[in-house]
């Protein structure tokens, strides 16, 4: 894994994302993109990075956040961001555990499962946070 650097104070949430994924792959790629249209990309391979990250600084626009992973899943992560973020938009992505991300996110107007393999413009249209 490419450590990701600490956010300095006063970077701007508008314009950074947080993206928690075990795929290096899929992480870099949603990175590239996300600088691609003006986004700061913040990076975690599991969910216990991804809390780790929140702890240090919890100024994002969105979270993207894959449900099935090592150590801490995304559901759980969900459940603790709703504890100390309850306003921060979170992405659940996911491939074979749609219906569980579905589960998890209901009735949670912050919360939108998208379904892998997505586009930016769908990430886009899921997250409008990512247009502001």
Do not use: C, W
């Not at 003006?38 to 599991?46: L, S, T």
């Not at 990250?53 to 992560?77: Q, T, W, Y």
Request: zero cysteines.
């Amino acid at each position: 894994m490419n450590p990701t650097p600490t956010p300095t104070p006063g970077d701007s949430n508008k314009r950074r994302v947080l993206i928690v994924d075990d795929n290096e792959g899929l992480r870099e790629v949603i990175g590239i993109l996300a600088q691609d249209h003006g986004y700061k990309p913040v990076e975690a391979a599991d969910g216990l990075e991804g809390m780790q990250v929140l702890e240090n600084d919890s100024n994002f626009a969105v979270g993207i956040v894959d449900v099935k992973m090592p150590r801490m899943n995304g559901i759980a992560l969900l459940e603790e961001i709703r504890r100390r973020h309850p306003t921060l938009r979170i992405v659940l992505i996911s491939g074979a555990e749609v219906e569980l991300a579905v589960h998890a996110a209901h009735r949670d107007p912050n919360v939108v499962v998208l379904p892998k393999p997505f586009t930016f413009e769908a990430l886009r249209k899921a997250a409008p946070e990512l247009d502001a």
